[in-house]
Protein backbone atom coordinates (compact mmCIF):
# COMPACT_ATOMS: atom_id res chain seq x y z
CA UNK A 1 0.00 0.00 0.00
CA UNK A 2 1.08 3.45 -0.52
CA UNK A 3 2.36 5.21 2.28
CA UNK A 4 2.52 8.91 2.53
CA UNK A 5 4.91 11.48 4.53
CA UNK A 6 2.78 14.34 5.68
CA UNK A 7 4.91 17.47 4.45
CA UNK A 8 4.71 20.20 6.64
CA UNK A 9 4.87 23.48 4.92
CA UNK A 10 3.43 21.96 1.63
CA UNK A 11 1.73 24.21 -0.36
CA UNK A 12 -1.91 24.51 -0.30
CA UNK A 13 -4.61 24.58 -2.98
CA UNK A 14 -8.50 24.29 -3.11
CA UNK A 15 -8.45 22.28 -6.34
CA UNK A 16 -6.44 19.80 -7.66
CA UNK A 17 -7.17 18.65 -11.29
CA UNK A 18 -5.89 15.08 -12.30
CA UNK A 19 -5.43 14.71 -15.99
CA UNK A 20 -4.81 16.97 -18.80
CA UNK A 21 -7.00 14.98 -21.16
CA UNK A 22 -10.35 17.00 -22.91
CA UNK A 23 -12.27 16.71 -19.47
CA UNK A 24 -9.55 17.74 -17.34
CA UNK A 25 -8.89 20.67 -19.38
CA UNK A 26 -12.56 21.38 -19.28
CA UNK A 27 -12.65 21.01 -15.39
CA UNK A 28 -9.56 23.56 -15.18
CA UNK A 29 -11.29 26.07 -17.42
CA UNK A 30 -14.22 26.34 -15.52
CA UNK A 31 -12.12 26.55 -12.42
CA UNK A 32 -10.82 29.81 -13.60
CA UNK A 33 -14.00 31.13 -14.34
CA UNK A 34 -16.13 30.01 -17.58
CA UNK A 35 -19.78 29.30 -16.75
CA UNK A 36 -22.14 27.81 -19.02
CA UNK A 37 -25.08 29.60 -19.71
CA UNK A 38 -28.83 29.08 -21.69
CA UNK A 39 -29.39 30.43 -24.93
CA UNK A 40 -33.55 30.46 -24.80
CA UNK A 41 -33.74 31.84 -27.73
CA UNK A 42 -32.36 29.36 -30.05
CA UNK A 43 -33.82 26.65 -27.62
CA UNK A 44 -36.47 24.24 -28.42
CA UNK A 45 -35.85 21.47 -25.85
CA UNK A 46 -39.04 22.74 -23.55
CA UNK A 47 -36.96 20.69 -20.78
CA UNK A 48 -34.46 23.49 -20.72
CA UNK A 49 -37.27 26.35 -20.57
CA UNK A 50 -37.17 26.80 -16.71
CA UNK A 51 -34.01 27.67 -16.91
CA UNK A 52 -34.84 30.78 -18.46
CA UNK A 53 -32.44 33.38 -20.57
CA UNK A 54 -28.92 33.65 -20.09
CA UNK A 55 -28.90 31.76 -16.75
CA UNK A 56 -26.44 29.13 -15.69
CA UNK A 57 -27.59 25.73 -17.12
CA UNK A 58 -26.10 23.93 -14.20
CA UNK A 59 -28.50 24.19 -10.98
CA UNK A 60 -28.41 20.83 -8.76
CA UNK A 61 -30.05 18.62 -8.41
CA UNK A 62 -30.11 18.51 -12.19
CA UNK A 63 -33.65 18.28 -13.44
CA UNK A 64 -35.68 14.92 -14.84
CA UNK A 65 -36.23 14.25 -17.68
CA UNK A 66 -33.05 14.72 -20.00
CA UNK A 67 -32.99 12.70 -22.43
CA UNK A 68 -29.38 12.48 -24.84
CA UNK A 69 -26.96 10.27 -24.81
CA UNK A 70 -24.63 8.86 -21.98
CA UNK A 71 -25.14 6.87 -18.87
CA UNK A 72 -24.89 9.33 -16.24
CA UNK A 73 -27.36 12.18 -15.73
CA UNK A 74 -24.35 14.82 -15.74
CA UNK A 75 -23.87 13.24 -19.11
CA UNK A 76 -27.57 13.28 -20.27
CA UNK A 77 -28.10 16.50 -19.16
CA UNK A 78 -25.32 18.54 -20.24
CA UNK A 79 -25.07 16.71 -23.74
CA UNK A 80 -29.07 17.94 -24.32
CA UNK A 81 -26.98 21.59 -24.91
CA UNK A 82 -24.88 19.99 -27.41
CA UNK A 83 -26.66 17.31 -29.76
CA UNK A 84 -30.00 15.72 -30.20
CA UNK A 85 -29.84 12.06 -29.85
CA UNK A 86 -29.38 11.68 -33.92
CA UNK A 87 -26.17 14.05 -32.86
CA UNK A 88 -26.87 16.61 -34.92
CA UNK A 89 -25.82 19.70 -33.08
CA UNK A 90 -28.12 22.44 -30.79
CA UNK A 91 -27.33 25.69 -29.90
CA UNK A 92 -28.59 26.89 -26.60
CA UNK A 93 -25.38 26.49 -25.08
CA UNK A 94 -23.44 29.82 -24.47
CA UNK A 95 -20.68 30.62 -22.21
CA UNK A 96 -19.52 33.75 -19.72
CA UNK A 97 -15.86 34.22 -18.41
CA UNK A 98 -16.52 35.18 -14.73
CA UNK A 99 -13.52 36.38 -12.10
CA UNK A 100 -12.83 33.01 -9.80
CA UNK A 101 -10.73 33.06 -6.98
CA UNK A 102 -10.35 30.01 -6.66
CA UNK A 103 -6.93 28.43 -6.21
CA UNK A 104 -6.63 25.82 -8.54
CA UNK A 105 -3.76 23.41 -10.34
CA UNK A 106 -4.16 20.46 -13.17
CA UNK A 107 -1.43 17.52 -12.62
CA UNK A 108 -1.08 15.63 -15.92
CA UNK A 109 1.09 12.85 -16.60
CA UNK A 110 0.49 13.53 -20.36
CA UNK A 111 0.88 16.63 -22.66
CA UNK A 112 -2.65 18.43 -23.15
CA UNK A 113 -4.68 15.87 -24.98
CA UNK A 114 -4.22 12.61 -22.57
CA UNK A 115 -5.17 9.72 -24.05
CA UNK A 116 -5.30 10.66 -27.67
CA UNK A 117 -1.59 11.05 -27.55
CA UNK A 118 -1.29 7.83 -26.64
CA UNK A 119 -3.17 6.63 -29.48
CA UNK A 120 -1.58 6.23 -33.84
CA UNK A 121 -1.54 9.92 -34.96
CA UNK A 122 -3.12 8.93 -37.65
CA UNK A 123 -6.12 7.26 -36.16
CA UNK A 124 -9.20 9.11 -36.88
CA UNK A 125 -12.14 9.14 -34.45
CA UNK A 126 -15.41 7.18 -34.79
CA UNK A 127 -16.96 10.58 -33.90
CA UNK A 128 -17.57 13.40 -35.91
CA UNK A 129 -15.15 16.01 -35.21
CA UNK A 130 -17.70 18.25 -34.23
CA UNK A 131 -18.23 15.87 -31.10
CA UNK A 132 -14.70 15.92 -29.91
CA UNK A 133 -14.01 20.04 -29.22
CA UNK A 134 -14.80 21.69 -26.22
CA UNK A 135 -17.93 23.65 -26.18
CA UNK A 136 -15.73 27.50 -25.84
CA UNK A 137 -13.67 26.70 -28.90
CA UNK A 138 -14.08 26.11 -31.84
CA UNK A 139 -12.69 22.51 -33.76
CA UNK A 140 -13.30 23.30 -37.37
CA UNK A 141 -10.18 24.99 -38.16
CA UNK A 142 -8.24 22.14 -36.60
CA UNK A 143 -9.12 19.50 -39.03
CA UNK A 144 -6.43 18.09 -41.45
CA UNK A 145 -7.37 17.13 -44.75
CA UNK A 146 -6.36 13.06 -44.13
CA UNK A 147 -10.00 12.26 -42.02
CA UNK A 148 -11.98 14.19 -44.46
CA UNK A 149 -12.62 11.84 -47.14
CA UNK A 150 -14.27 8.89 -45.14
CA UNK A 151 -17.93 10.11 -44.56
CA UNK A 152 -20.77 12.18 -46.11
CA UNK A 153 -20.15 15.77 -45.57
CA UNK A 154 -21.51 17.05 -41.82
CA UNK A 155 -20.05 13.47 -40.47
CA UNK A 156 -16.21 14.09 -40.74
CA UNK A 157 -13.51 12.67 -38.82
CA UNK A 158 -10.59 13.70 -37.12
CA UNK A 159 -6.91 12.38 -36.15
CA UNK A 160 -5.20 12.01 -33.04
CA UNK A 161 -2.53 14.38 -33.94
CA UNK A 162 -5.14 16.87 -34.95
CA UNK A 163 -7.10 16.15 -31.94
CA UNK A 164 -3.98 16.94 -29.85
CA UNK A 165 -3.07 20.03 -31.33
CA UNK A 166 -6.06 21.21 -30.81
CA UNK A 167 -6.41 20.52 -27.12
CA UNK A 168 -2.63 22.19 -26.82
CA UNK A 169 -3.63 25.01 -28.34
CA UNK A 170 -6.78 25.14 -26.07
CA UNK A 171 -4.62 24.78 -23.16
CA UNK A 172 -2.61 27.80 -24.55
CA UNK A 173 -5.02 29.88 -25.56
CA UNK A 174 -7.33 29.33 -22.50
CA UNK A 175 -5.55 28.64 -19.40
CA UNK A 176 -3.18 30.21 -17.26
CA UNK A 177 0.13 28.30 -17.58
CA UNK A 178 1.25 28.86 -14.40
CA UNK A 179 -1.62 26.19 -12.94
CA UNK A 180 -0.57 23.65 -15.76
CA UNK A 181 1.64 20.98 -14.67
CA UNK A 182 1.82 18.65 -17.77
CA UNK A 183 4.56 15.98 -17.17
CA UNK A 184 3.89 15.70 -13.33
CA UNK A 185 2.33 12.40 -12.03
CA UNK A 186 0.94 12.01 -9.10
CA UNK A 187 2.48 8.77 -7.16
CA UNK A 188 0.41 9.16 -3.79
CA UNK A 189 -2.56 10.62 -2.84
CA UNK A 190 -4.17 9.90 0.81
CA UNK A 191 -6.84 11.83 2.52
CA UNK A 192 -5.65 12.97 5.73
CA UNK A 193 -7.21 15.60 8.49
CA UNK A 194 -9.81 17.18 5.85
CA UNK A 195 -6.83 17.63 3.07
CA UNK A 196 -5.74 15.44 0.45
CA UNK A 197 -1.98 15.22 0.20
CA UNK A 198 -0.05 14.48 -3.21
CA UNK A 199 2.95 13.42 -3.93
CA UNK A 200 4.25 14.38 -7.28
CA UNK A 201 7.38 13.01 -9.35
CA UNK A 202 8.19 15.17 -12.65
CA UNK A 203 9.35 13.73 -16.01
CA UNK A 204 12.90 14.07 -14.85
CA UNK A 205 12.92 12.29 -11.50
CA UNK A 206 11.58 15.81 -9.19
CA UNK A 207 9.64 15.30 -6.55
CA UNK A 208 7.86 17.43 -4.29
CA UNK A 209 4.69 17.54 -2.40
CA UNK A 210 1.38 19.87 -2.20
CA UNK A 211 -2.21 19.51 -0.09
CA UNK A 212 -5.45 19.78 -1.56
CA UNK A 213 -9.39 20.76 -0.12
CA UNK A 214 -10.69 19.02 -3.11
CA UNK A 215 -9.19 16.53 -5.87
CA UNK A 216 -11.00 16.02 -9.34
CA UNK A 217 -10.06 12.70 -10.82
CA UNK A 218 -10.15 12.75 -14.79
CA UNK A 219 -7.25 10.17 -15.40
CA UNK A 220 -9.34 8.02 -17.53
CA UNK A 221 -8.23 4.67 -18.31
CA UNK A 222 -4.29 4.03 -18.20
CA UNK A 223 -3.86 0.64 -17.91
CA UNK A 224 -4.41 -1.61 -20.83
CA UNK A 225 -5.98 -4.66 -19.69
CA UNK A 226 -3.87 -8.44 -19.15
CA UNK A 227 -5.14 -11.68 -20.03
CA UNK A 228 -2.69 -13.16 -17.31
CA UNK A 229 -1.34 -15.87 -19.20
CA UNK A 230 2.22 -17.19 -19.05
CA UNK A 231 4.12 -15.44 -21.82
CA UNK A 232 2.29 -12.55 -21.85
CA UNK A 233 5.02 -10.20 -21.34
CA UNK A 234 7.18 -11.64 -24.63
CA UNK A 235 8.71 -9.42 -26.65
CA UNK A 236 6.22 -10.82 -29.50
CA UNK A 237 2.92 -9.44 -27.71
CA UNK A 238 1.58 -6.23 -27.84
CA UNK A 239 -1.02 -4.77 -25.49
CA UNK A 240 -1.95 -1.41 -27.30
CA UNK A 241 -2.99 -0.44 -30.76
CA UNK A 242 0.03 1.97 -31.40
CA UNK A 243 2.34 -1.00 -29.85
CA UNK A 244 0.71 -3.35 -31.97
CA UNK A 245 0.92 -1.20 -35.15
CA UNK A 246 4.18 -0.73 -35.01
CA UNK A 247 5.43 -4.21 -34.53
CA UNK A 248 2.99 -5.09 -37.55
CA UNK A 249 5.15 -2.21 -39.46
CA UNK A 250 8.35 -4.36 -39.20
CA UNK A 251 6.78 -7.79 -40.25
CA UNK A 252 7.26 -8.68 -43.72
CA UNK A 253 3.86 -9.63 -46.20
CA UNK A 254 2.35 -12.66 -45.44
CA UNK A 255 3.81 -13.34 -41.81
CA UNK A 256 1.14 -14.57 -39.35
CA UNK A 257 -0.82 -12.83 -36.36
CA UNK A 258 -2.82 -13.64 -34.04
CA UNK A 259 -5.35 -11.22 -32.77
CA UNK A 260 -7.52 -11.04 -29.37
CA UNK A 261 -9.96 -8.78 -28.45
CA UNK A 262 -13.19 -7.86 -30.14
CA UNK A 263 -13.44 -4.04 -30.40
CA UNK A 264 -12.35 -0.90 -31.84
CA UNK A 265 -8.22 -1.51 -31.48
CA UNK A 266 -8.82 -4.87 -32.43
CA UNK A 267 -10.81 -3.88 -35.50
CA UNK A 268 -7.86 -0.92 -36.20
CA UNK A 269 -5.26 -3.97 -36.35
CA UNK A 270 -7.16 -6.20 -38.47
CA UNK A 271 -7.45 -3.74 -40.68
CA UNK A 272 -4.05 -2.92 -40.48
CA UNK A 273 -2.75 -5.89 -40.83
CA UNK A 274 -4.99 -6.65 -44.05
CA UNK A 275 -3.14 -3.50 -45.53
CA UNK A 276 -0.06 -5.02 -45.02
CA UNK A 277 -0.91 -8.65 -47.15
CA UNK A 278 -0.81 -9.86 -43.39
CA UNK A 279 -2.21 -13.63 -42.25
CA UNK A 280 -4.76 -13.01 -39.11
CA UNK A 281 -5.85 -15.51 -36.46
CA UNK A 282 -8.59 -13.87 -34.54
CA UNK A 283 -9.09 -15.03 -30.93
CA UNK A 284 -13.23 -14.28 -29.67
CA UNK A 285 -13.12 -14.96 -26.20
CA UNK A 286 -17.26 -15.29 -25.47
CA UNK A 287 -16.34 -14.71 -21.86
CA UNK A 288 -14.97 -11.56 -22.68
CA UNK A 289 -11.89 -11.65 -20.79
CA UNK A 290 -12.15 -8.22 -19.00
CA UNK A 291 -12.59 -6.29 -22.83
CA UNK A 292 -15.10 -3.36 -23.12
CA UNK A 293 -18.08 -4.75 -24.26
CA UNK A 294 -19.48 -1.35 -25.33
CA UNK A 295 -16.61 -0.90 -27.82
CA UNK A 296 -17.22 -4.33 -29.41
CA UNK A 297 -21.13 -3.21 -29.37
CA UNK A 298 -19.99 -0.10 -31.57
CA UNK A 299 -17.90 -2.34 -33.79
CA UNK A 300 -21.53 -4.14 -34.12
CA UNK A 301 -23.14 -1.27 -35.18
CA UNK A 302 -20.47 -0.24 -38.12
CA UNK A 303 -21.72 -3.39 -39.74
CA UNK A 304 -24.47 -1.33 -41.46
CA UNK A 305 -22.62 2.19 -41.96
CA UNK A 306 -20.09 0.64 -44.78
CA UNK A 307 -20.32 4.33 -46.77
CA UNK A 308 -18.98 6.15 -43.47
CA UNK A 309 -16.81 3.48 -42.11
CA UNK A 310 -15.52 1.53 -44.75
CA UNK A 311 -12.09 0.21 -43.25
CA UNK A 312 -13.74 -0.49 -40.01
CA UNK A 313 -17.21 -2.39 -41.65
CA UNK A 314 -14.95 -4.65 -43.46
CA UNK A 315 -13.99 -5.93 -40.26
CA UNK A 316 -16.83 -5.87 -38.65
CA UNK A 317 -18.47 -8.41 -41.49
CA UNK A 318 -15.72 -10.80 -41.17
CA UNK A 319 -16.05 -10.79 -37.13
CA UNK A 320 -19.64 -11.15 -36.90
CA UNK A 321 -20.83 -12.61 -40.09
CA UNK A 322 -21.67 -15.97 -41.58
CA UNK A 323 -18.23 -16.85 -43.11
CA UNK A 324 -15.53 -17.78 -40.42
CA UNK A 325 -12.70 -17.80 -42.95
CA UNK A 326 -11.18 -16.00 -45.54
CA UNK A 327 -8.21 -16.45 -47.74
CA UNK A 328 -6.28 -13.85 -44.98
CA UNK A 329 -8.49 -13.98 -41.68
CA UNK A 330 -9.47 -17.03 -39.60
CA UNK A 331 -12.03 -16.75 -36.92
CA UNK A 332 -12.15 -18.48 -33.58
CA UNK A 333 -15.20 -17.69 -31.87
CA UNK A 334 -15.92 -19.12 -28.45
CA UNK A 335 -11.63 -19.73 -27.89
CA UNK A 336 -9.48 -18.04 -25.65
CA UNK A 337 -5.69 -17.56 -25.81
CA UNK A 338 -4.46 -19.72 -22.64
CA UNK A 339 -0.57 -19.62 -23.34
CA UNK A 340 2.35 -18.09 -24.96
CA UNK A 341 5.78 -19.94 -25.50
CA UNK A 342 8.31 -17.76 -27.60
CA UNK A 343 5.99 -17.18 -30.87
CA UNK A 344 3.76 -20.06 -29.97
CA UNK A 345 0.29 -19.64 -28.71
CA UNK A 346 -1.83 -22.17 -27.27
CA UNK A 347 -5.64 -21.80 -27.98
CA UNK A 348 -8.73 -23.36 -26.37
CA UNK A 349 -12.19 -23.34 -26.88
CA UNK A 350 -14.02 -22.22 -23.95
CA UNK A 351 -16.05 -25.45 -24.22
CA UNK A 352 -12.85 -27.41 -23.35
CA UNK A 353 -12.84 -29.69 -25.84
CA UNK A 354 -10.48 -28.39 -28.01
CA UNK A 355 -6.82 -27.23 -27.99
CA UNK A 356 -5.00 -25.49 -30.89
CA UNK A 357 -0.86 -24.81 -30.74
CA UNK A 358 0.79 -22.64 -33.35
CA UNK A 359 3.60 -19.97 -34.29
CA UNK A 360 2.76 -16.28 -34.82
CA UNK A 361 5.02 -13.73 -35.89
CA UNK A 362 3.10 -11.36 -33.40
CA UNK A 363 0.54 -11.34 -31.22
CA UNK A 364 -1.94 -8.83 -30.26
CA UNK A 365 -4.26 -8.36 -26.96
CA UNK A 366 -6.42 -6.14 -27.60
CA UNK A 367 -8.99 -6.20 -23.79
CA UNK A 368 -9.48 -2.87 -23.46
CA UNK A 369 -8.41 -0.33 -21.23
CA UNK A 370 -8.96 0.27 -17.21
CA UNK A 371 -8.55 2.81 -14.40
CA UNK A 372 -5.27 2.86 -12.76
CA UNK A 373 -5.59 4.32 -9.26
CA UNK A 374 -2.84 2.49 -7.50
CA UNK A 375 -1.59 5.35 -6.37
CA UNK A 376 -5.11 6.66 -4.23
CA UNK A 377 -5.87 5.18 -1.09
CA UNK A 378 -8.96 6.14 1.33
CA UNK A 379 -8.95 4.90 4.98
CA UNK A 380 -5.95 3.49 4.31
CA UNK A 381 -6.87 1.38 1.57
CA UNK A 382 -6.21 1.13 -2.13
CA UNK A 383 -9.19 2.45 -4.26
CA UNK A 384 -9.35 -0.08 -6.78
CA UNK A 385 -12.67 -0.14 -7.95
CA UNK A 386 -14.64 2.80 -8.38
CA UNK A 387 -17.87 1.37 -9.16
CA UNK A 388 -18.05 -1.10 -6.15
CA UNK A 389 -16.87 2.23 -3.83
CA UNK A 390 -19.77 4.02 -4.19
CA UNK A 391 -22.09 2.85 -7.16
CA UNK A 392 -25.00 5.24 -6.09
CA UNK A 393 -23.15 8.00 -6.18
CA UNK A 394 -21.25 7.57 -8.96
CA UNK A 395 -24.78 7.84 -11.11
CA UNK A 396 -24.47 11.06 -9.87
CA UNK A 397 -21.25 12.00 -10.36
CA UNK A 398 -19.84 12.35 -7.15
CA UNK A 399 -17.96 10.16 -5.28
CA UNK A 400 -18.12 10.35 -1.41
CA UNK A 401 -20.44 13.48 -1.85
CA UNK A 402 -22.45 12.13 1.80
CA UNK A 403 -18.64 12.32 3.94
CA UNK A 404 -17.49 15.22 1.86
CA UNK A 405 -14.39 13.75 1.39
CA UNK A 406 -14.44 16.31 -1.48
CA UNK A 407 -13.16 13.51 -4.08
CA UNK A 408 -14.86 13.57 -7.28
CA UNK A 409 -14.60 11.88 -10.70
CA UNK A 410 -15.14 12.88 -14.13
CA UNK A 411 -14.43 11.55 -17.86
CA UNK A 412 -13.81 8.34 -19.46
CA UNK A 413 -13.05 7.43 -15.39
CA UNK A 414 -16.99 7.08 -15.08
CA UNK A 415 -17.10 4.46 -17.50
CA UNK A 416 -19.05 7.33 -19.89
CA UNK A 417 -17.62 5.87 -23.85
CA UNK A 418 -18.55 8.86 -25.64
CA UNK A 419 -16.25 12.18 -24.72
CA UNK A 420 -18.95 14.81 -24.93
CA UNK A 421 -20.97 13.00 -22.85
CA UNK A 422 -17.85 13.66 -19.96
CA UNK A 423 -18.80 17.43 -19.87
CA UNK A 424 -21.37 17.10 -17.52
CA UNK A 425 -19.44 15.58 -15.34
CA UNK A 426 -16.51 18.60 -15.11
CA UNK A 427 -19.87 21.30 -15.08
CA UNK A 428 -21.18 19.53 -12.27
CA UNK A 429 -17.93 18.79 -9.95
CA UNK A 430 -17.03 22.22 -10.39
CA UNK A 431 -20.68 23.68 -10.00
CA UNK A 432 -20.49 21.31 -6.72
CA UNK A 433 -17.02 22.71 -5.56
CA UNK A 434 -17.95 26.05 -5.57
CA UNK A 435 -21.16 25.66 -3.58
CA UNK A 436 -19.18 23.66 -1.23
CA UNK A 437 -16.79 26.61 -1.14
CA UNK A 438 -19.33 29.24 -0.42
CA UNK A 439 -21.22 27.52 1.96
CA UNK A 440 -18.14 27.43 4.60
CA UNK A 441 -17.60 31.21 3.69
CA UNK A 442 -14.34 30.33 2.46
CA UNK A 443 -14.79 31.91 -1.34
C1 LIG B 1 -9.04 3.67 -29.50
C2 LIG B 1 -10.00 4.71 -28.95
C3 LIG B 1 -10.80 5.47 -29.81
C4 LIG B 1 -11.69 6.42 -29.29
N1 LIG B 1 -12.49 7.12 -30.16
C5 LIG B 1 -13.40 8.00 -29.66
C6 LIG B 1 -14.28 8.71 -30.54
O1 LIG B 1 -14.27 8.56 -31.75
N2 LIG B 1 -15.18 9.57 -29.98
C7 LIG B 1 -15.25 9.80 -28.61
O2 LIG B 1 -16.05 10.60 -28.18
N3 LIG B 1 -14.42 9.15 -27.78
C8 LIG B 1 -13.51 8.25 -28.26
N4 LIG B 1 -12.69 7.57 -27.40
C9 LIG B 1 -12.77 7.89 -25.96
C10 LIG B 1 -11.92 9.12 -25.64
O3 LIG B 1 -10.57 8.83 -25.87
C11 LIG B 1 -12.13 9.47 -24.17
O4 LIG B 1 -13.50 9.72 -23.94
C12 LIG B 1 -11.37 10.73 -23.78
O5 LIG B 1 -10.00 10.64 -24.02
C13 LIG B 1 -11.63 10.90 -22.30
O6 LIG B 1 -10.94 11.96 -21.82
P1 LIG B 1 -10.54 12.09 -20.29
O7 LIG B 1 -10.14 13.51 -20.13
O8 LIG B 1 -11.62 11.55 -19.41
O9 LIG B 1 -9.31 11.09 -20.06
P2 LIG B 1 -7.98 10.87 -20.86
O10 LIG B 1 -7.98 11.49 -22.20
O11 LIG B 1 -7.71 9.41 -20.78
O12 LIG B 1 -6.89 11.65 -19.99
C14 LIG B 1 -6.46 11.15 -18.74
C15 LIG B 1 -5.32 12.01 -18.25
O13 LIG B 1 -4.97 11.66 -16.92
C16 LIG B 1 -3.55 11.67 -16.80
N5 LIG B 1 -3.18 10.86 -15.63
C17 LIG B 1 -3.54 9.60 -15.35
N6 LIG B 1 -3.04 9.22 -14.16
C18 LIG B 1 -2.35 10.28 -13.70
C19 LIG B 1 -1.59 10.51 -12.50
N7 LIG B 1 -1.46 9.57 -11.56
N8 LIG B 1 -1.00 11.72 -12.35
C20 LIG B 1 -1.12 12.69 -13.29
N9 LIG B 1 -1.83 12.51 -14.44
C21 LIG B 1 -2.44 11.32 -14.62
C22 LIG B 1 -3.08 11.14 -18.13
O14 LIG B 1 -1.76 11.47 -18.40
C23 LIG B 1 -4.04 11.89 -19.06
O15 LIG B 1 -3.60 13.20 -19.28
C24 LIG B 1 -11.80 6.62 -27.89
C25 LIG B 1 -11.00 5.85 -27.03
C26 LIG B 1 -10.14 4.88 -27.55
C27 LIG B 1 -9.35 4.03 -26.57
Request: aromatic content about 8%; proline content about 4%; charged content about 20%.
Amino acid sequence: MAVISVVAGAKSYDVVVVGGGPIGLLTARLLDGLEFIHNQTECDNSLHHHLGHQSPIIKLPLSDGVEARGETKAAKYFASFLFTLTGDPVNCLDWNETKSDIDWMLVSSSQPGGSWNKYSAEQCTVSPFQWMGLPDFPIADHVSAECLGDGPLGRKKITAADLCKYYEHYSKSRLPQQRLRFGHTITKACYLKNMWHLEIKEDDGTTYSIRTRFLVLACGNQFEKRLNIPGENHTCVSHSATSARKALSKLPPFSRVLVTGRGMSAAEIIAEAWKQKLHVTHVISEKHNGATASSSEILKTITKSEHEYPKQAKVSHAVFGEATSTYNYVRHKGWKLTEIKEQVATIQAESGSATLTQHFDHIAILIGSEPDMSWLTLNGHPLTDLKSFCPETMELFVVDSQEERNLFIAGSLTGERLQYSCYGHAACAVHQIKARLAATGEK
